[in-house]
């Protein structure tokens, strides 16, 4: 129960902030990546699986960390360069 509303606080913050600022939204969101792929290598597994249901299994080892790795990189890109993934949450013509 606990880390459900953990998850629900960061989505509340992450929208919260998306409706004040399009570009610090996706900064926020990038923080959140960060976050996550810090979690899992100290956890040292990833969760696979359907949404909503117990996780299928757990990426380990090597492919655990090159997960969280890319989780980081997409992180660090959105928290560095917001206005350049803006076309991906906005479309081309960007938000106005």
Do not use: Q
């Amino acid at each position: 129960m606990g880390s459900r509303l953990v998850n629900f606080l960061i989505f509340a913050a992450v929208a919260a902030v998306f409706l004040f600022d399009t570009v610090l939204g996706i900064r926020a969101l990038g923080l959140a990546e960060v976050a996550v792929g810090v979690y899992w290598i100290k956890a040292g597994r990833v969760p696979y699986g359907w949404r909503g249901s117990p996780p299928s299994g757990y990426l380990t080892g090597r492919a655990a960390l090159a997960v969280s790795a890319l989780a980081i990189s997409i992180g660090i890109l959105f928290m560095l360069a917001p206005t350049a993934v803006e076309p991906l949450f906005c479309g081309h013509r960007g938000c106005t």
